[in-house]
T-cell receptor, first 115, second 114 residues
Framework: GNSVTQMEGPVTLSEEAFLTINCTYT??????LFWYVQYPGEGLQLLLK?????DKGSNKGFEATYRKETTSFHLEKGSVQVSDSAVYFC??????????????FGQGTILTVHP | DTAVSQTPKYLVTQMGNDKSIKCEQN?????MYWYKQDSKKFLKIMFS???????INETVPNRFSPKSPDKAHLNLHINSLELGDSAVYFC?????????????FGSGTRLTVV
């Protein structure tokens, strides 16, 4: 079956530091890959996505590249802000087989950014 | 205008009670979902409906019953609530049933069973 593995958290950084959150996946078909962000007390928001190999998704200074050869979709940001503190989820959607577009999530990584 | 709205936002109830959570989306999407987020933040799909038809039913106790009166609504009814049902429940919708464009999530319903 499909699975997503994210780096263990929590991650604590100082403002303006470089961020990487690792994500690797296992899928039977050709998945679309996503990063979602959950701010405290809120629902999940789509941060960025990539639908095929070598696509780069980007939004709000975050970016991730779909690497089929390493089955990875690592999230990066060059300079984090306090307002980036949230839980970040890597996810995949595999339309093949019996998945019917369901999202399989990683376990989430808590990011805390200090001033 | 809230794209995916859930009510109530908080629900505290006693074991054994029956409760419902309502979800509505005004995006015109055909596909809607229910996800459960446990205390460790892990998210797992429960149900999916496409145009009022059930297409995903994960291994969820049959005390949980989804109802989709029309494609803009997907409600979740839970019978005989148990302590282990305490979690945050998220409704979501998607433009395509293959899930390739991503979901729009509601803000969640925090259910506490005491």
């Amino acid at each position: 079956g499909n699975s997503v593995t994210q780096m263990e958290g929590p991650v604590t950084l100082s403002e303006e530091a470089f961020l990487t959150i690792n994500c690797t996946y296992t899928a039977t078909g050709y998945p679309s890959l996503f990063w979602y962000v959950q701010y405290p007390g809120e629902g999940l928001q789509l941060l960025l996505k990539a639908t095929k190999a070598d696509d780069k998704g980007s939004n709000k200074g975050f970016e991730a590249t779909y690497r089929k050869e390493t089955t990875s979709f690592h999230l990066e940001k060059g300079s984090v802000q306090v307002s980036d503190s949230a839980v970040y989820f890597c996810a995949l959607s595999d339309a093949g087989g019996t998945s019917y577009g369901k999202l399989t999530f990683g376990q989430g990584t808590i990011l805390t950014v200090h001033p | 205008d809230t794209a995916v709205s859930q009510t109530p936002k908080y629900l505290v109830t006693q074991m054994g009670n029956d409760k419902s959570i309502k979800c509505e989306q005004n995006l015109g999407h055909d596909t809607m979902y229910w996800y459960k987020q446990d205390s460790k933040k892990f998210l797992k799909i429960m149900f999916s409906y496409n145009n009022k038809e059930l297409i995903i039913n994960e291994t969820v106790p049959n005390r949980f019953s989804p109802k989709s009166p029309d494609k803009a609504h997907l409600n979740l009814h839970i019978n005989s609530l148990e302590l282990g049902d305490s979690a945050v429940y998220f409704c979501a919708s998607s433009q395509d049933s293959a899930g390739r464009v991503g979901y729009t999530f509601g803000s969640g319903t925090r259910l506490t069973v005491v």
